[in-house]
């Protein structure tokens, strides 16, 4: 799934009239830009766009959005035109395929295009997955009804792991544990674990505790039901769980927090298993995804009170729990997973500045980490915000968008050079950034002084001469010394910056 084009014509956000040209031919696209440039309103009306075409809904906004899916003889060429003022929802959407970019479109149906009760659309990608680091749930909403569906199918037991993940997905901070446990499931060397100890210095895992609570759904009578009368992959899950626990308890008492209230008194389950080769005898059979997703639903089902991880560390001779570690290397690890369990072909990754709270050094290599971990990067397209000039350095400029503020209105763009080899002093005075300077404000501001005073037309005054004595002496210790090739051209500089001590007595 590649996006093309995308018009969004109606107000949206602080958006309206602005168009946004993606390349197809690149994995990632990152969009920069000031605070209020819109950045993140282009991810949230893509979001919000084939959400309502997945559930054959009214758009919330007009806007043109072309995009391909599949490739090669195969390839599909999908352009939708919405407008919400139409009375009827055909009136809404005029929507079109072709074989080639530039091929004869053929009109379909809104009907043809939302997803069938097997989850299937021929004209929609496969999955949109998303991603925000901040607090706010923006982009989470648009996913609530697709959760509440695959909640409604987990009751009923109607739900097969084996199968695709929901077509719309939202990772939150909590998956990053479930990533963890996945990665070490097999005993094999593997391009997960090695990446978690090179990168992280996570070595393994020492132990896993889970609390389970009773929900709110349940209707079991009988105090003997371990599992509150749980069904279908969530029950699959504890009874595979429950056996290699290390002396389970089960507890009433007051629930803190949760979807039962407060003060509230409840039934908890601890089960713990003491090391990571238990954890791979309870889940012998299950690949890393099925395992990740057992894990998800039964978090969905309300089921899962707590996950509790200790990871052994390079850094330290005692286990560390996962709360131990950084934002940035929680941060690191939800998206991983995001890409690794949840994505396949023709799919849609939006990243909300997933590198928040990476060092420089990560965050350079971040798009590279990646690139290792999107399983198909010839059918899958990763939409990025971000605001640090080190998350681009490697780009070319086909696969940057700018974002800037002309007066009421916001316009994106390409940069006119590639990112690739510029170095951050370059790229931060580029048109992406538009710094005019990268040095401090105070040490600029003396630059500018000295500059004033050296290039004064007329002869300094004895204050004058002083006051640039001074700002050399500050500036040069700084490396802001004067030099160049042409010994004439030197005295003549040193003459304006450097007034003798005669001149300054």
């Known amino acids: 799934m590649k996006i093309d084009f995308l018009h969004i014509k109606s107000r949206f956000k602080n958006l309206e009239n602005i168009k946004v040209n993606f390349d197809e031919n690149h994995l990632m696209t990152v969009l920069i830009g000031g605070n209020g440039s819109g950045k993140s309103n282009v991810l949230e009306a893509l979001v919000s766009i084939f959400r309502n075409l997945d559930l054959g809904e009214k758009p919330d906004f007009a806007y043109e959005v072309k995009y391909k899916l599949g490739g090669g003889n195969n390839a599909k060429w999908v352009t939708v035109i919405a407008d919400p003022t139409g009375k009827t929802l055909s009136q809404q959407y005029q929507i079109t395929f072709s074989r080639s970019i530039t091929g004869a479109n053929q009109k379909i149906a809104l009907s043809k295009v939302k997803r069938d009760k097997k989850g299937h659309s021929d004209f929609l990608p496969n999955h949109v997955f998303a991603y925000y680091s901040g607090p706010s749930d923006r982009l989470e909403k648009y996913f609530k009804k697709h959760r509440t569906n695959f909640y409604r199918k987990l009751l009923k037991s109607e739900v097969d792991l084996k199968s695709d993940i929901r077509p719309l997905f939202y990772a939150k901070p909590f998956h990053s544990q479930f990533v963890l446990l996945a990665f070490f499931l097999s005993k094999q060397a593997d391009q997960e674990k090695e990446f978690l100890k090179t990168h992280l210095g996570i070595e393994s895992l020492d132990s896993v505790h889970f609390v389970m609570r009773k929900p709110s759904w349940t209707q079991s009578k009988n105090k003997k039901e371990l599992f509150w009368g749980a069904e279908g992959v969530v029950r699959d899950f504890l009874e ?170 916001v316009i994106a763009f390409q940069p006119m050079e590639s990112p690739k080899g510029m170095g951050i002093n370059f790229l931060l005075r580029s048109d992406m950034f538009g710094l005019k300077t990268t040095i401090d ?26 006051e640039l004595q001074r700002l050399n002496d500050r500036l040069e210790p700084l490396g802001f010394n004067i030099s160049t090739d042409d010994p004439d051209y030197m005295d003549y500089l040193m003459k304006k910056y450097h007034p003798t001590k005669g001149d300054v007595s």
């Open 240 to 409: 595979l769980l429950y056996p290699h626990c290390l002396a389970p308890v089960k507890i009433t008492r007051s629930e803190d927090t949760g979807l039962t209230g407060s003060d509230i008194k409840n039934e908890f389950f601890h089960l713990f298993l003491p090391s990571v080769d238990v954890l791979r005898e309870f889940a012998e059979g299950l690949t890393p995804d099925v395992f990740f997703k057992m894990l998800e639903s039964t978090l969905l089902s309300e089921i899962i009170s707590e996950v509790s991880v200790r990871v052994k560390v390079s850094s330290s001779e005692q286990p560390l729990s996962f709360s131990e570690l950084s934002e940035g290397e929680q941060q690191l690890l939800t998206v991983l997973g995001l890409l690794k369990f949840t994505g396949g072909k023709d799919t849609l990754f939006l990243l909300d500045e997933p590198d928040t709270h990476l060092n420089p050094a990560w965050t350079v290599k971040y798009l590279n980490f990646l690139d290792q971990f999107v399983p198909y990067s010839g059918a899958s397209h990763l939409l990025m915000v971000s605001h640090h000039p080190l998350a681009i350095a490697e780009l070319e400029k086909e696969q940057v968008q700018v974002m800037e503020r002309s007066g009421k209105d």
């Open 441 to 466: 404000q105070p040490t600029t501001e003396d630059i500018e002084a000295r500059n004033k005073l050296a290039g004064k037309p007329t002869s300094l005054t004895l204050a004058e001469k002083q």
